[in-house]
């Protein structure tokens, strides 16, 4: 009975703790050649710390995050009109907002692609109204692309933060005639604050490293994280695997940085809100 | 007043919605459509025909790429339900909760981490490590067996959550009554215990399955170590590059989205099954 947990632990330590040690150890190798461990130094993190690629770092950061809050931002309605709907059409709806998450991440940014393009249906149209965007090749058409690729990841985690919200308060708000814009500030957002934090990370930190919306909708012409992790290992010029390895190690520290400063932000207002509760409740 | 504003808002939030499913469906919804196209330009309507479905069904390379996507899924899928079981077995009866909520955070910790990290980081060891060894014991890790071994370890991740859910709603009561009755521990374990498991066995293999249909990341970095091996979103993603697009990436495309999707949809369904077989409303994901 013991051992039955040995395989899927050894497993994982095989095939995800192992890689990620071999990253780091590989990251600290001085040169490209490098293939074996041999030496220790920091050579390739002062190279990715710096112009241009610190820029690339800084940049995807920057539009993972804003492109996250947007997918949040334009999910919590619909979401929230769902959580509170009567089962029947809840189900429906809610089935309706999750089918997209089935269906296969290549083929749904192709079928993006096709239509976004210069030549595609949708940029044609919206040019017809004046609105001539680059939604290929650029910045702005990654950033859009990104918003349309995780959006069906955010529905489901953030349902079950609404569904699971305790509703007394609430209806207390509401009865003492709070608007809607009071209930959400001073109710809704405290009240979920960790789910949204987690849906929000759920969603930011794949698009964080993620190669192919950059890659197809960029052209090759934006770089982000994700594509020149991909050339240091699979580009066409020399490939360098130290190089490659530190930059997913600064991905995974960028990461991490921002999941540890939620978390602080998180227990400091929960220690505030409940100093304040208590206070009040001296008085 | 007060009614006029809440049904402004109602409206509001439904035109929204409709206009996210619009978003969100129509591209892929063109997509399907266009692989009925009877041009040889991807993007020219030209009527409704089935060529490009008869010749891509007839194309050796798109059924050697559904071939290697249908026996990675297999293989994997078997894989980790198989470990993904025996680890929710250990951790149901783990008495120590805090070992048992330790090896749960491993066990998901590929849902978490970003896929390209998993994917370089398992091109690097396999490369590096577990292809020389394999050699040198007399087994060549190929890339179909590099790619089992990474869509093992991410279907792994989401079998064990499935089946550990499954546990906390298992029917202790059950097992002792057979114990009490005589049985033996063999009989309890495949007379009690299995039987109660079949919804979450089900639901383990198809999103297992599914995980492995759609992954793109680990296929992509293993399948250029040594001779190349195509899947079908790496098929699709080889044929988007190319110079003069037909509709038969549409065809692929749509056939890659309609197989996935059954497993997926099927996986989430029967994960929302209790032990007695009525839906429980309650997400066992």
Known sequence: M???????????????????????????????????????????????????????????????????LTVLAIAVPVTWSISRMPSKKKNLWLALFTIPLGLNFVVRIYAWFVLFRPEGIFSRALRGFGLDFAFVSSQFGVFVGLIYGYLPIMFLPLYSVFEKMERSQLEAAQDLGASTLQRWWHIIIPETRSGLFASFLFVFVPMLGEYLIPRMIGGGLVATLGTQIEGQFLGSGRPNWPFGAALSICLLVAAAAVLSSSFILLSRQKSEKSARWSIAHLD | MVNRTSRLKKIGILVWSILLLFILYCPVLFLVVFGFNASSYALRWEGFSLRWYEKTLENPEMLSALFNSIMVATVSTCFAVVIGFLYALWSHRQQNKKIAAAGDSLMSLPLFM?????????????????????S?????????????????????????????????????????????????????????????????????????????????????????GGSSLQTLPIYIWSLQGRRAMTPEINVVSSLLLFIAAFFFAAGLLLSRIDATGKQSGKDHL
């Open chain 2, 136 to 224: 040198n014991i007399g087994i060549p890790l190929d890339s179909m067996g590099s790619i089992i071994l990474g869509h093992t370890t991410l279907a792994l991740g989401y079998a064990a959550l499935v089946l550990r859910n499954r546990f906390k709603c298992y029917d202790l009561q059950q097992e002792l009554a057979a114990i009490d009755l005589g049985a033996t521990p063999r009989q309890v374990f495949f007379r009690v215990m299995l039987p109660q498991l079949v919804p979450g066995f089900a639901a383990a293999s198809c999103l297992s399955f599914a995980v492995s249909l759609d992954d793109f990341y680990v296929s992509y970095f293993l399948s250029t």
């Open chain 2, 114 to 134: 970003p896929e390209i990290v998993i994917a370089i980081g398992l091109l690097v060891v396999v490369s590096q490590i577990f292809r020389p060894a394999a």
């Open chain 1, 2 to 68: 013991k051992w039955w947990g040995l395989p899927a632990k050894i497993w994982m330590s095989c095939f995800i703790l192992l890689p990620f040690l071999w990253l780091v150890l590989l990251s600290l190798q001085p040169t490209a050649a490098s293939t074996s461990i041999t030496t220790f130094d920091l050579h390739q993190f002062s190279r990715a710390l710096t112009p241009p690629y610190s820029n690339i770092i800084i940049d995807s950061v920057a539009m993972s995050f804003l492109a996250a």
